[in-house]
């Protein structure tokens, strides 16, 4: 009864939605559980047994992810509403060596990375950061070659999120196929009642949470209201909202555009919104090497930067900023659609906050929609 | 070493052996590296997906990798050729070397020429200066005592700045006498020296007027010869779906994630770097 | 431009991980010289003939002029493990192309503040003036650079972030 | 603020509607508080989004350099940002006579929105109201007021040049600036303070901070004055860096940048206030305008002067030569 009436919620909320974040396979795994909020440590110290943490700590100024060692401290969740840097970088570190090498007299001796990763979970992070890593899923494993450094990590992860109670006020999920509770690529879910947790089990690998919670109380039904209460004022509290069906075809439409020029006249390609991006993934390689030998590197690279396509000829194809703007926008909402099927932004609303010229991503998907339906 | 898994990650290079280095034009900005591979395995294992108009990268250990389109054809077992103009830290680095030296290589990548459509049919080809180099493993592919029967007639048309340019001078040799390819070499202006043709290779390409019926044309030369080739073609009747150019892209991992060579949503990379004309006029091109 | 090959060499003739290797007792100071061709270079070269002995620690770079010196290459010579630096040209109002050495003097100071204002030991990065007479004064600045290099200990500014 | 609003108003519609200019160069509100973007007054009707304010954190100068020579264009500057347009005007990037400048007088100075950020410890405000020097933010679950001095850039804090030296028309000073009193400080004290520390430490401050950075180049995009097309830092022949976020690669970076600025940075500190990690390293570039002041004489930037390293004098000082005793 109460499954039922979540549904029909849930389809509510999303009937807006070009695409339905309603996982199916949620309903197959009826665990959820309650946690009162001072057994929340032990909790934790449950999984810190068996896997190692990536939760938000406080850090300098700011709350950062980072690994938890639970034995000298007692963990909660900090206050936030979402980071300022998106987790990405555990998965996809913007330094990574890719493999080392050995030289010998006039021979090379290649050493392949050997790296040990331990189980992890990264804990706490909010629905749009989950979307972030179901694209990043898509995309380094699309086409005939998958991505070994990053599934090797991956492969090991398991991802608990914080559903989001007070999404930031530049915050646009909705408008790409999100919501603040939506438990899309999560494996197991929080919700913060305020003075309980409910934790839900969502994905198949997600059962393996079953033994650290069984000590813990079922559900009832005024929980689950209260969840659904904090779901439908956390979407309330979104301010942007802007139909995104059409926009493939839109920017079909666009590309030789003057709008352009005008989106991309304050922009001082800077690197600022793709490193904080949780889905950009552009990478750059590099050899680092000394006398006995060396190692090749991939690193973050940026598409806003001038170098990015600049070929040894001189030539550049996306020489001027409008034609780096644009590519950044394409990628995004129309070249995933193309290849994948997805939109490749999660809404999260970063580079918005990061951009020292506030060049406003909605602002220009606004210009884009606006124009398009001008046309 | 557990050769089977080094070969599954994608960003891990084989080795190889140089064997020749030869200059192929007057200001030896241009040479041909002739690579052995080191193990079998490895050899086995590239020339399993190997097709002509596909590119390799090139490691230089501890300076970088660079894209280059393979020059050899799947036929001439044993070995490839690469013919590497100096531009780059990687390239210059390369022209440095002796015989003997060990580069990683990773490979092939991308789609290649489009043979299986082709059989049956006429071939056009056209390139301009050293970017007739994966146009030259295709014509070895092309007339190989095993495939020439599969395909029409063979019309090349390649053009260069001057007669020191002309890259693979042995092969071009080799085909001109054949009477089975209509070979046609040509130099932008007059030079004492050269008795054959005088001309932009549109031009020449006008004056051949190869037939466009049951035809298909392979284009691969700098930019400003495709911009003005493709027209012509069109005039002489090909359809785009009938043309098909080799494009050029930075790229860095090959396989279609760095994610710099995009032309529109396709990467040059693993979607290239062959495109029908039909294709390219889709895509949204920067 | 820039000599490629040569800034490359820079790179392969120490590599960052050898000073580690070494022992206290067995450490030698490395120092990399950049000296102006038509000054420094020849007293180096007039010490040698005259058989002047000096530390042979120093390894030398020719430069068209002191002025030819970009700090960053003097930068990147710290970054890759050298454990001093110096930089040598022609005596203020000898430079072979009039002025050079009167710009480099006022980048060189731009350098040497700097690097003191980040709490780099000074004393890693040195510049001289020696003329192509004088092939006891270049002995000389390479002995007092050597004790100063020694007495510094192994160049670890930018190790510890292998 | 309000007085000095008004009367850019009557200058900017004068230069519109005359069209003396093709443009005028100024700020207007961004979708976020505290974050104004570079506004370009094409027409009458955009004066009226034109803002001028405490929280105008861009030097608009860099947006000049895209321009092509001859065109006509107008451009609201404070002094810092004026006396780096004389930067460029010196070095033969920006004509003279291409360029309106409304020079305005500055009050206190900018506000460093990553140290409002720091101060609310990352959280976001959505609000802030302005009373006096109390500065009051507002987001979810939390108020704070903070003072003004907290969160101004650290240059402004110390900075004795605000009237516009090089101007084609002069905003008056208003009456509520007139109150500000010149305190007796020297410019520098920060540095002076700063370079009492031991090595050591002064050598932790920079590790700590230069540790943040991503290597994105904001700074440097937003410095008016890094304007090469191809930096060292993206140079590929030679390679002199592989852009890996070593430690070393990132002081190598900013070290260098801060040389290629030495006399020519005007401290307007841009850069510091687009640094999305808060990097704060206004002292390095500080320390290098103390110098040339000290060293060579050379306190300001004026129009027509040679540039401190583009130049020299016989007698410069020299004692950090070795000298071979």
Redesign the interface.
């Known amino acids: 009864m109460v499954k039922k009436r979540k549904k029909k919620k849930e389809k509510q909320e999303n009937q807006n939605n070009q695409k339905n974040q309603d996982n199916p396979k949620d309903q197959q795994y009826s665990i959820e559980k309650i946690i009162p909020k001072d057994k929340f440590d032990s909790l934790i110290k449950g999984l810190y047994k068996d896997f190692k943490l990536i939760v938000p700590k406080e850090a300098e ?3 950062e992810f980072d690994y938890l060692d639970p034995e000298n401290e007692k963990y909660q969740f900090p ?3 979402n980071l ?1 840097v998106s987790p990405k970088k555990f998965l996809f570190p ?2 990574e060596v ?2 080392s ?1 050995e ?1 010998e007299g ?3 001796k ?1 050493k ?1 990375k050997e790296e040990k990763i331990d189980d992890q979970i990264i804990f706490g992070i909010r629905s749009c950061d989950a979307r972030s890593y179901k694209i990043l899923d898509t ?2 494993s ?4 998958s ?3 990053y599934f090797s990590k991956r492969n090991k992860t398991l991802l608990i999120g914080l559903a989001c109670n ?1 999404p ?3 915050c646009f999920c909705t408008s790409v196929g999100g919501a603040p509770f939506s438990s899309e690529g999560l494996d197991a879910i929080l919700y913060d009642l305020g003075d309980n947790y409910i934790f839900k089990i969502i994905s198949e690998k997600g059962i393996i949470f079953e033994k650290y919670v069984k000590e813990y109380p079922d559900v009832n039904k005024v929980d689950l209201k209260k969840k659904e209460e904090l779901a439908t004022s956390a979407r309330g509290k979104i301010q942007f909202e802007i139909n995104l069906d059409n926009i493939e075809k839109d920017l ?1 439409s666009l ?1 030789e555009s003057d709008i352009w020029t005008k989106v991309a ?2 922009c ?5 919104c793709s ?2 991006c949780p889905t950009c ?14 190692k ?8 806003q ?9 001189g ?1 550049n ?2 020489n001027s900023g409008k ?1 780096r703007t ?2 950044r926008i ?2 995004k909402f ?2 995933y659609l ?2 994948y099927k997805i939109l490749g932004c999660v809404g999260c609303g970063r580079c ?3 951009c ?5 991503l ?2 220009s998907l606004k210009i884009v929609v606006e124009t398009a339906e001008k046309a | 070493m557990n050769h089977k898994h080094e070969l599954d990650n994608p960003y891990i290079p084989s080795l190889v052996t140089i064997e020749e280095i030869n200059p192929e034009n007057e200001v030896n900005d241009l040479k041909t590296f002739k690579l052995i591979f080191n193990e079998t395995v490895d050899k086995e294992k590239f020339f399993e997906k190997f097709k002509p108009g596909q590119f390799a990268e090139i490691t230089e250990f501890g300076i970088g990798e660079s894209p280059i389109g393979i020059a050899s054809s799947p036929t001439e077992e044993d070995y490839l050729l690469f013919t590497i103009k100096k531009t780059g830290k990687v390239t210059n680095r390369l022209h440095d070397s002796k015989k003997g030296k060990m580069v990683g290589i990773r490979g092939p990548f991308g789609n290649g020429w489009p043979l299986k459509e082709a059989e049956g049919k006429n071939l056009v080809i056209i390139g301009g200066g050293f970017a007739f180099t994966t146009l030259r493993s295709l014509i070895v592919y092309l007339i190989h005592r095993n495939n020439r029967e599969k395909f029409g007639d063979i019309t090349i048309v390649y053009g260069c700045r001057n007669p020191g340019e002309f890259c693979y001078k042995k092969d071009l040799e080799e085909w001109g006498k054949r009477d089975d390819i209509n070979l046609n070499l040509t130099i932008d202006r007059e030079h004492p020296d050269w008795k054959k043709l005088v001309g932009f290779v549109p031009t020449i390409t006008k004056e051949v007027a190869p037939s466009p019926k049951n035809a298909m044309a392979f284009v691969c030369g700098p930019p400003i010869m495709i911009k003005y080739t493709s027209p012509v073609l069109q005039e002489l009747g090909f359809k785009d779906e009938q043309i098909f150019l080799s494009l050029e892209m930075r790229m860095k991992c090959g396989i279609g994630k760095c994610g710099r060579c995009n032309v529109g949503s396709k990467f040059v990379c693993i979607d290239g770097p062959v495109f029908s004309q039909a294709e390219l006029k889709v895509l949204l091109r920067d | 431009m820039v000599d490629t090959k040569k800034t490359e060499e820079v790179q392969v003739i120490i590599p960052a991980n050898e000073i580690d290797k070494v022992s206290d007792e067995k450490w030698e100071p490395k120092i990399i010289a950049f000296l102006c061709n038509w000054c420094s270079y020849a007293g180096a070269d007039l010490a040698g003939v005259s058989r002047i002995q000096y530390p042979p620690n120093v390894r030398v770079v020719r430069v068209p002029c002191s002025g030819r010196i970009n700090p960053l290459f003097i930068l990147k010579s710290l970054q890759v493990g050298w454990d001093a630096v110096l930089v040598s040209g022609c005596h203020p109002g000898d430079c072979h192309y009039i002025s050079g050495n009167y710009y480099a003097r006022r980048k060189f100071s731009v350098l040497d503040d700097l690097l003191e204002f980040i709490g780099i030991d000074k004393g890693r990065i040195n510049f001289s003036w020696v003329s192509a007479a004088e092939g006891e004064a270049f002995a000389k600045v390479i002995r007092k650079i050597t004790k100063k290099t020694r007495q510094l200990g192994p160049n670890t500014i930018f190790k510890e972030d292998q | 603020m309000e007085e000095i609003r008004k009367s850019l108003n009557v200058i900017v519609k004068s230069l519109i509607s005359e069209k003396k200019v093709e443009y005028v160069l100024g700020f207007e509100e961004g979708t976020l508080p505290l974050k104004p973007v570079p506004l370009y007054i094409e027409k009458e009707e955009d004066i009226d989004r034109l803002i001028w304010n405490e929280y105008c954190n861009l030097n608009l100068v860099k947006f000049l350099l895209e321009e092509p020579h001859g065109k006509k264009i107008g451009i609201i500057l404070k002094n810092c940002e004026i006396r780096s347009l004389i930067v460029l005007i010196n070095e033969k990037q920006i004509n003279r006579e291409d360029i309106v400048i409304i020079g305005v007088p500055c009050s206190y100075g900018i506000i460093d929105i990553n140290k409002v950020s720091k101060l609310l410890d990352g959280k976001e405000f959505t609000e802030f109201k302005k009373n006096g020097n109390d500065y009051t933010f507002k987001g979810v679950g939390f108020k704070k007021i903070i003072k003004l001095q907290d969160i101004l850039s650290d240059s402004c804090a110390y900075c004795k040049d605000k009237n516009p030296v090089e101007y084609d028309y002069l905003v008056e000073t208003p009456n509520e600036f007139k109150k500000i009193k010149d305190e007796d400080f020297d410019e520098y004290f920060d540095v002076i303070e700063f370079e009492k520390k031991t090595p050591k430490e002064r050598w932790a401050y920079f590790k700590k901070e230069l540790e943040k950075c991503t290597l994105c180049m904001a700074c440097r995009n937003a410095c008016p004055l890094c304007y090469c097309k191809l930096c060292f830092i993206d140079s590929n022949q030679p390679q002199w860096f592989d852009k890996t976020d070593d430690l070393s690669e990132k002081m190598l970076f900013h070290m260098t940048r801060a040389i290629h600025l030495a006399g020519r940075c005007t401290g307007c500190e841009a850069c510091t206030r687009a640094c999305p990690e808060g990097i704060d390293i206004h002292l390095l570039y500080k320390k290098l305008r103390k110098m040339t002041k000290d060293r060579w004489k050379v306190d300001k930037i004026e129009l027509g002067e040679p540039s401190v390293l583009g130049s020299y004098k016989i007698d410069d000082p020299q004692e950090f030569m070795v000298k071979e005793d």
């Open positions: 100024n700011e709350i206050e936030y509403q300022r913007q330094k890719l493999y090498f030289k006039t021979g090379i290649i392949e995309f380094f699309s086409g005939k070659y991505d070994p450094y007070d930031m006020s530049t079909d590309f006249r304050r001082l390609s800077c690197g600022a490193y904080v993934h552009c990478f750059d390689v590099q050899d680092k090497s000394d006398k006995s030998g060396g090749r590197v991939r690193i973050w690279d940026n598409c930067s001038s170098i990015f396509t600049l070929e040894a000829s030539h194809p996306r034609e644009r590519q394409y990628h129309n070249y193309k290849n918005i906050k990061v020292p010229t506030n060049r406003d909605r602002e």
